[in-house]
Each structure stands twice: as structure tokens, then as C-alpha cells.
């Protein structure tokens, strides 16, 4: 059952060419890869929430994702904030091929260092 409004898969958030390749060179998945992730959630304004969110996404210094036009919470849910973080591979109902992820250096933080 879908609610009133637009369904919305969050396929917007994808870039247009892989950043992690399969194959050896720039971007390969078998190398150590420097990824940041920025986000803000988006403003209320008397009530209603506003679509300016951001999600930025860098990928080795590239600039990958660049939006500031999020919607993260509505005037329904004023005070809904960021409360966890959790980062992990996601292939959907499982994977065919053993995987792992390796991560060294995480920091959180409220602003890009």
C-alpha cells in the first residue's frame, strides 16, 4: 500500500558512470578507495519541509553526488534528525560471490575536514 504523494525509490542518487570498477586501474574495487559522504538535512518553514537536504558524495577528490535538493523529513516530522550510522555492502536479496569491505581511518564528523 503506498501513502499520497510520489514513490520514490531513491535511484536520483545514483551517478552517471561507476565510480568502483571491476577492473584494476583508477576506481578499482580491490584498492584502497577514499570515499566521503556529506549530509544536511533539510530546512521547515512555517510547517512544511523543504526540499534543499544535501547529499554530496566524493570518491577519490571527485565530486560524485552533488544534491541540494533532499527532502528528508516533512513538516509532520520537524524534529526528525540524523540519530544512527550504519555503513555496509548492499547487493539486495543476496549475494552470488563472496564479499568483503575493509575500512581503515572512519571519522564522523559535522563538517568536511
Known sequence: MHGSGTYN??????VGTPVFRAQP??????NWNH??????MNSIVNGVGRA????????N?????????VMFRTGA???????????????GSG????????????ALATGRP
Do not use: T
Open 61 to 69: 577528490g571527485m565530486l560524485a553526488i552533488d544534491r541540494h535538493d
Open 9 to 14: 525509490d531513491k535511484q536520483f542518487n545514483r
Open 77 to 91: 516530522r520537524p524534529s526528525l534528525a540524523f540519530a544512527q550510522f550504519a555503513i555496509g555492502p548492499y547487493i
Open 25 to 30: 586501474g583508477a576506481g578499482y574495487k580491490g
Open 95 to 106: 549475494s552470488p560471490v563472496e564479499q568483503a569491505l575493509w575500512m581503515d581511518n572512519l
Open 52 to 59: 534543499d537536504g544535501v547529499i554530496q558524495y566524493w570518491f
Open 35 to 40: 570515499v566521503e559522504v556529506y549530509l544536511q
